[in-house]
């Protein structure tokens, strides 16, 4: 499974390779920093001319250059980009009442925290539901 990590925190990347060693879902990941980035990596633009499809995404919102709303926001109006499901990770429960209030579509939300269990769910889910 190949998944797009859109995630400008250094330990939160960690975090993440942690949780993907520990679920039992091989998994490839690629990873990029910043919202214009991510957008430059699923429309294959510039240096990511030969990035690989994503099966999923795991977008942060507070991300430089384009946050995560924008990003999210584009790939729902892209007909290209709007059936990879999107994880929205979020920093804290809170932030899912902002999400929601922008009334922006996440395929799934994820909690960051180290618990490859609940990574586990949210991929079988987000695998079903596609």
Request: net charge neutral; charged share 30%; with cysteine.
């Given at each position: 499974m190949n998944i797009l990590l859109v995630e400008d925190n250094p330990a939160d990347v960690r975090l993440i390779q942690e949780m993907l060693k520990e679920v039992q879902i091989p998994t490839f990941l690629n990873t990029v920093e910043d919202g214009e980035q991510a957008l430059a990596?699923?429309?294959?633009?510039?240096?990511?001319a030969d990035a690989p499809w994503p099966d999923?995404?795991?977008?942060?919102?507070?991300?430089?250059?384009?946050?995560?709303?924008?990003?999210?926001s584009e790939i729902r109006r892209d007909l290209a980009l709007r059936g990879i499901p999107v994880v929205v990770c979020l920093g804290s429960e809170l932030e899912k009442e902002r999400l929601e209030a922008y009334r922006l579509p996440a395929d799934c939300l994820f909690v960051k925290s180290f618990d490859p269990e609940q990574l586990t769910q949210i991929f079988?889910?987000?695998r079903a539901a596609t």
């Open positions: 990596f699923l429309r294959r633009e510039g240096q990511y999923f995404i795991l977008l942060d919102l507070h991300l430089p250059r384009k946050d995560g709303y924008e990003v999210l079988l889910h987000c």
